[in-house]
């Protein structure tokens, strides 16, 4: 007895007669997907093309390719238009949030830099900030200082600070991303209230 061949349609195996998607049906699948991801993250336009263009390959695999393109573009800028995505004001809050952890600048830009933020723009946003507030120099200092309070390096080290030891503690900043001669001001100080005393007169409280 000859047994009936039963076609099954699964996610991985998608039924190839079904029709395309029409780009009203696009634009508010990627719309919706848009507004839940926004709606949990914060995030860059890099960043949410990227989510959609992963979620287009996996649930409109059957839609035009040029015209997937074409609609994440248009549902990615409606999102800048209506606020939802904001790059400087992303830019901002990782600067705020990198000087208050102790970050380089450099090593900063490098986590824009994987998020979809052009160095130039990271780095334009990032000059606005410390003009407003302190000079760039003094914030990466001020970084520096803090890196160097959370992790007992320098001023703040528990142990005494023979030649040695120095050098592992310049060679922890510059891993780091701190220039060397931010690190040898760290590592110049003669102790942890030295060290706090200037970070109070030069951190940028404005970023805050």
Excluded: W
């Excluded at 074409?70 to 409606?78: D, K, S």
């Excluded at 690190?183 to 003669?190: D, G, I």
């Amino acid at each position: 007895m000859r047994h009936k061949e039963v076609s099954v349609m699964t996610a991985d195996h998608p039924n190839n007669s079904a029709p395309r998607p029409s780009a009203e049906q696009i634009r508010k699948r990627l719309t919706k997907k848009a507004f839940h991801y926004l709606g949990r993250y914060a995030s860059t336009s890099s960043r949410l093309e990227s989510i959609l263009r992963k979620f287009a390959q996996r649930k409109l695999d059957r839609a035009d390719p040029a015209l997937l393109d074409q609609i994440i573009r248009e549902v990615t800028e409606r999102c800048i238009r209506s606020g939802y995505i904001d790059d400087e004001a992303f830019i901002r809050s990782q600067f705020r949030q990198g000087l208050r952890s102790g970050f380089s600048q450099r090593r900063i830009l490098l986590k824009l830099a994987q998020r979809g933020i052009s160095r130039d723009l990271a780095e334009a946003v990032m000059d606005q900030q410390t003009s407003r507030a302190a000079n760039k120099k003094d914030s990466e200092l001020a970084a520096a200082l803090i890196y160097a309070r959370k992790k007992s390096v320098g001023p703040y080290s528990r142990a005494e600070l023979h030649p040695e030891v120095n050098k592992r503690h310049l060679a922890r900043l510059a891993r780091n991303g701190f220039a060397f001669d931010v690190a040898k001001q760290v590592m110049a100080l003669p102790s942890a209230d030295a060290a706090d005393e200037l970070l109070d007169k030069i951190y940028p409280h404005q970023l805050g």
